[in-house]
């Protein structure tokens, strides 16, 4: 047994087919090893365009056949096949369940050359005035050793006629070894078919035996035999020749229960492939196409199951998040170096409109291979895992955000008393000291507007206590931050701060300005605080790549440890003497919000970096 997919050119001719699955009895009957994967025309250049076309209408209008043929590309083989369609109308694979009958074949030959032998010493008995069945005698013990050299049920009848020429009955002349076992302790020979077969009758066979003789025309025909417990198939051929009627009966029950018991293996594998809640996908690695797909994955943004059959996998890439492109790629190879057993998994995000993406979760695993070094196909089974990670990600986020609205809530009211008094004491300052000591007061609007700015930033804290979600718009990044540097100016100018700023406007990015203001704000004050009094420098860039803004601060700082780097965003990790450690960590869970990466690099006494790749959305 083999399954075949037809492959056609152009104009829709069959040009060759691909064997797909074949089983082991496969090699035993055509003698033919490691043919999965290649097509008919690499095994056998000068393969028949007659069988072709018929493979081909069975593909194209789903009829079964069943035939028998002789094989020149096979040392003259015979061969009894019957193929059928599966799949859905547009499927091109057919299987093909054949037997090599080159035994029977060849022993019908025998028969017919003993035949004509036998006629021909009828013709010369004939002019001894000898009967017919003097002549078949005096041949039985030849006919006999053709007979018993087959493993099919053989009888030769003579036709019993009425008076008025019609076929009345028919008698048994020969029989072979596989028949006489199937009569068991009856010997049919010398005696009529009527007698000895009793459900000949019902079931239609002698009416098919006597137009057999009638018109000449060979009888092929399946028979279901259920009597008296005995539940088989049989095929039934039956030949004329002059006045005898040659037939052979086969067992085909065990083939035909392996077909029925293909097609309802096929039948549960396409249900369970139709009500599969994963996309499987199986991709051929020697065209390099999507072979095979059960459903669409997103048919709203075309990637529907009709576009993504049949092309290249990497049209597709297109759709992949530009920072998971390198990763599938990563996945492909895997598969490719994986044992039959392995399972990879990887989770990727594919684009939908404008920049929203969803999570999808990508299993793969060998479908099919050529040997131990060569992969023909893999299989994937992907699924949308985007509502999966939103709850993962809520449930995280709800946990941390109790914990930090409960510290910012407690750092809040713990700091209004103070900045009140420092409020206050400021005013106090500012009566009564002479108001042309310029220094002071400017130290003092200093100290009026970063008492102010703190305290605008205890309501925020506060309102941070109850979150909500960053609603992020098309934004300049270069202007947010300009604003950012403009907010921190004092304690630019108190630290003694040199600010290099090289990026041009605008730098558009998807943003939620105010909280992307906060997360920068945060990293200029921490570079203020890292360099040293008056000889601090702080450089801003920004640059363009093909799908990102790279937004770098470095300063001129102090300088961290490998293993500082490694905590710096964790949650109440701080290196300062008097910092909680919420800074940085907010900084992280907001511009995860933004769909950026930030990254950091530093050495003691040289200096931080910090990088923030924000995903460009120059379009509108």
């Known amino acids: 047994m083999s399954i075949i997919e037809m492959i056609y050119d152009s104009e829709g001719n069959p040009v060759y087919y691909l064997f797909l699955q074949t089983n082991p009895a496969f090699e035993n009957h055509i003698n033919l090893k490691n043919v999965q994967g290649k097509t008919i025309q690499e095994i056998i250049p000068y393969y028949g365009r007659k069988r072709l076309q018929t493979y081909r209408k069975i593909a194209i209008h789903g009829e079964s056949v069943w035939f028998e043929f002789q094989s020149e590309e096979f040392n003259n083989f015979w061969f009894d096949l019957y193929a059928f369609k599966i799949g859905n109308n547009t499927s091109r694979q057919v299987t093909v369940i054949f037997r090599n009958i080159t035994e029977r074949k060849r022993a019908e ?292 955000l109790s914990i930090q609205g409960e510290i910012a809530r407690t750092l809040a009211h713990e700091l209004r008393n103070p900045l009140a008094s420092i409020g206050m004491a400021t005013d106090l300052i500012r009566k009564k000291i002479d108001s042309k000591k310029e220094e002071i007061t400017n130290y003092l609007d200093i100290q009026s507007r970063s008492t102010k700015t703190i305290n605008d930033m205890v309501s925020g804290l506060l309102d941070s206590s109850n979150y909500s979600p960053s609603v992020l718009k098309r934004e300049d990044l270069a202007r947010i931050m300009d604003e950012a540097l403009s907010n921190t100016q004092d304690r630019i100018y108190l630290a003694g701060v040199k600010v290099v700023k090289k990026y041009r406007t605008p730098c558009f990015i998807q943003a939620d300005e105010q909280k992307l203001l906060i997360a920068i704000l945060n990293i200029i004050v921490n570079a203020c605080e890292a360099t040293p009094p008056g000889r601090g420098l702080l450089e801003v860039n920004i640059e363009k790549s093909t799908t990102d803004y790279v937004l770098n601060n470095k300063d001129n700082g102090h300088g961290l440890e490998p293993e500082q780097v490694d905590k710096l965003f964790d949650a109440f990790y701080t290196n300062k003497k008097t910092g909680v450690g919420i800074g940085l960590n907010s900084v992280k869970h907001i511009l995860k919000e933004h769909d950026a990466k930030i990254s950091v690099s530093s050495k003691l006494n040289e200096g931080t970096a910090f990088n923030i790749c924000f995903p460009r959305h120059d379009n509108v």
């Open 109 to 400: 030959e025998e028969l017919i050359k003993t035949k004509k032998e036998l006629e021909k010493a009828k013709k010369l008995l004939e002019k001894q005035a000898v009967k017919d069945q003097k002549n078949l005698l005096d041949s039985r013990e030849l006919l006999q050793t053709v007979f018993d050299t087959t493993s099919q049920a053989i009888a030769v009848f003579k036709v019993i006629y009425n008076a008025n020429r019609t076929i009345k009955d028919f008698r048994f002349l020969m029989i072979n070894k596989v028949l006489r076992e199937m009569y068991k302790d009856v010997n049919p020979v010398g005696r009529t078919y009527l007698v000895i077969t009793r459900y000949g009758v019902i079931m239609g066979i002698f009416d098919a035996l006597k137009k057999v003789m009638e018109t000449g025309v060979p009888l092929d025909k399946e028979f279901f035999y259920d009597k008296e417990g005995y539940h088989h198939w049989f095929r039934f051929t039956a030949r004329s020749h002059g006045n005898l009627l040659i037939t052979a009966i086969e067992d085909i029950s065990e083939r035909k229960a392996e077909a029925q018991e293909l097609q309802e293996t096929i039948r549960f594998k396409q249900q369970l492939v139709r009500t599969s809640p994963e996309t499987i996908i199986i991709i051929n690695l020697n065209t390099f196409t999507v072979r095979y797909i059960n459903k669409d994955i997103l048919p709203k943004e075309g990637l529907t199951k009709e576009r993504i059959q049949g092309i290249n996998p990497s049209k597709v890439i297109s759709f992949i998040h530009p920072w998971d492109r390198e990763k599938l790629i990563n996945f492909h190879k895997a598969l490719l170096k994986s044992s039959d057993d392995d399972v990879h998994d990887i989770e990727i995000r594919v684009k939908l409109s404008g920049t929203y993406w969803e999570w999808f979760s990508v299993r793969g695993k060998i479908f099919h291979r050529r040997d131990s070094s060569w992969v023909n196909e893999y299989v994937l089974l992907a699924r949308n895992i985007t509502q999966q990670k939103k709850v993962q990600k809520d449930l995280i986020k709800a946990e941390k």
